[in-house]
């Protein structure tokens, strides 16, 4: 579904991703770990289109996303949740909902999905009209994957969905990530909590300072001895 090969990204003299390559296959949930600055926010925000990438090829159902927009890409059925809580303060939980939805003509198909994100999330439904920068911070998590829901990705990008968060919460997000997958959509998955994220994911990496320096089976990264180590407090 997704095809990375040697990406490189610069920011000025800063060599940020040297010669990424990885993929992500229909129907996995895909993770991308690494400590902080290795590059993993950069990654997604190349697939994006936000970020520009000095050489290298991206794909996405295959076809090469060079020169498309971020507006474009996102209707390709490429949707990312952002990291932390970048959802639109000022707005209430519904007016965010509606952004999320706002490239879609499918008007009955858009419906069944604010059902579906209600059903998932019903604590956003209780709220619809409070503004989301008063939410709290497990719900505007919870709000920017629904944001992204409404897109109706196809691979959806997630950048640390844990951070800042309870352990509690952390918990219910991942199982609410991995009902999403069962759901049918496709997950890349990037995140500084590899405990979690090994526990959910079919296949993961692991990026260093801005290059893939393992991969595998998640399970098996999870068993090996530098990985544990390095992320996995021994
Ligand atoms: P974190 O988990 O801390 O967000 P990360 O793995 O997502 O880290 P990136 O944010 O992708 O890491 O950053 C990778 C490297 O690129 C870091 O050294 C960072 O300082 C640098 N970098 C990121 N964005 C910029 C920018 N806009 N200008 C200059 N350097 C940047």
Redesign the pocket.
Known sequence: MLRVNGLN?F??N?H??RDISFNVEEGEVVTLI????????????SISGL?PSKSGEIQFLQKSLKGVSPNQIVQLGLGQVP?GRRIFANLTVLENLEMGAYIRKDKQQVKADYENVFARFPRLKERLKQIAGTLSGGEQQMLAIGRTLMSRPKLMLM??PS?GLAPLLVKEIFEIIKEINRGGTTILL?E?NAHMALSIAHRAYV?E??KIVLEGPAKELAQNEQVRKAYLGG
Not at 34 to 45: D, E, I, R, V
């Open positions: 990204v920011y000025g800063i940020a991703l690494g400590a902080n600055g290795a590059g993993k926010t950069t990654t997604l925000h970020t990291e950048d640390e951070m990037v500084q990026l300072t801005g």
